[in-house]
């Protein structure tokens, strides 16, 4: 009985140990904030996934991006890869918010910076290829608006074949453009896009290779509302709306599971026809040895 009680509480202990050690998360990023003039701006990165398969996601920093701002910056600089609070409907859904090392202050644009020099190695830069030929995307927020951007780009790409060596390219994209609308003080539209013109062949893995990445931030006037800041969302989607659904998936996993169903009842149907089989015999002889006498 000792035994099962210490099986039973051993994982709660684990849990609570490790509750009490693991480094607290920063609280979540309000929305609907009034910013004053040089405020600062919280750029939240969430996850990385497929573009055919948003419901594919991973850690924005599963990729060996930036972590830490490795410029001069007039304010305290902000490390990455911190976790956010979050609560359960955004864990479900797979969310994983965590800090982002670029400064940006309220309506001061930025017309350039280096965000840090990564020095990557040849499996991470195989990490970063991988994820371009499968059409990744990043996922960035700023308050509760939602941004979606590519990390590269593959060019001369066999739809069959794949890459074509000698005539493939694949391209990083390390520089990112934030373009934010503002009305009454209040940030109301959020976008981020890559620079083409900036991008960094990654074609070879093979050797090592030091990425510079950088960013530009735009601040404009916006007529639309607070209210209805998430309208624009509505018709404009990055991601597809419609999933197609993989029937002969289905149909493969759905008799699967009667097949497996099937085995297991024939098995336990076996097993309980000789437990029944053995205690009726156990039961006959029992009454035999009782009828004694006269």
């Given at each position: 009985m000792t035994n099962i009680v210490r099986k039973i509480l051993l994982p709660f202990t684990l849990l609570l140990i490790n509750s009490c050690f693991v480094k607290a998360h920063?609280?979540?990023?309000?929305?609907?904030?009034?910013?004053?003039?040089?405020?600062?701006?919280?750029?939240?990165?969430?996850?990385?996934?497929?573009?055919?398969?948003?419901?594919?996601?991973?850690?924005?920093?599963?990729?060996?991006?930036?972590?830490e701002h490795g410029e001069d910056i007039m304010v305290e600089p902000r490390k990455g890869a911190l976790r956010h609070r979050q609560h359960l409907g955004q864990s479900i859904v797979g969310d994983r918010r965590e800090s982002s090392p670029y400064s940006v202050t309220f309506n001061d644009n930025v017309e350039f910076r280096n965000l840090c020099d990564v020095h990557l190695s040849p499996d991470e830069l195989k990490q970063f290829k991988d994820a371009i030929h499968n059409s990744y995307f990043f996922e960035m927020y700023v308050e509760d608006l939602p941004m979606w951007g590519s990390i590269g780009d593959v060019v001369?790409?066999?739809?069959?074949?794949?890459?074509?060596?000698?005539?493939?390219?694949?391209?990083?994209?390390?520089?990112?453009i934030f373009k934010f609308g503002i009305n009454n003080d209040r940030i109301v539209s959020a976008t981020v896009n890559t620079d083409t013109d900036r991008k960094i062949d990654i074609t070879q893995t093979d050797?090592?290779?030091?990425?510079?990445?950088?960013?530009?931030?735009?601040?404009?006037?916006?007529?639309?509302?607070?209210?209805?800041?998430?309208?624009?969302?509505?018709?404009n989607r990055f991601l597809p709306g419609k999933f197609e659904i993989h029937w002969l998936a289905v149909i493969n996993s759905f008799v699967l599971v009667l097949?497996?169903?099937?085995?297991?009842?024939?098995?336990?149907?076996?097993?309980?026809k000789n437990d029944f089989s053995r205690y009726m015999e156990i039961e006959e002889d029992t009454m035999e040895e009782e009828e004694s006498g006269w």
């Open positions: 920063l609280k979540k990023v309000e929305i609907g904030l009034t910013y004053k003039p040089h405020d600062e701006v919280h750029i939240i990165a969430n996850k990385i996934g497929p573009f055919n398969n948003p419901t594919e996601t991973y850690r924005f920093y599963s990729l060996p991006f930036c972590q001369n790409e066999d739809i069959l074949v794949g890459e074509v060596a000698g005539f493939s390219k694949t391209y990083l994209f390390p520089h990112l050797k090592e290779m030091t990425v510079k990445f950088t960013y530009s931030v735009q601040f404009f006037e916006s007529d639309l509302e607070w209210k209805d800041r998430l309208s624009t969302y509505i018709d097949l497996l169903t099937a085995f297991l009842t024939i098995i336990l149907m076996r097993v309980l």
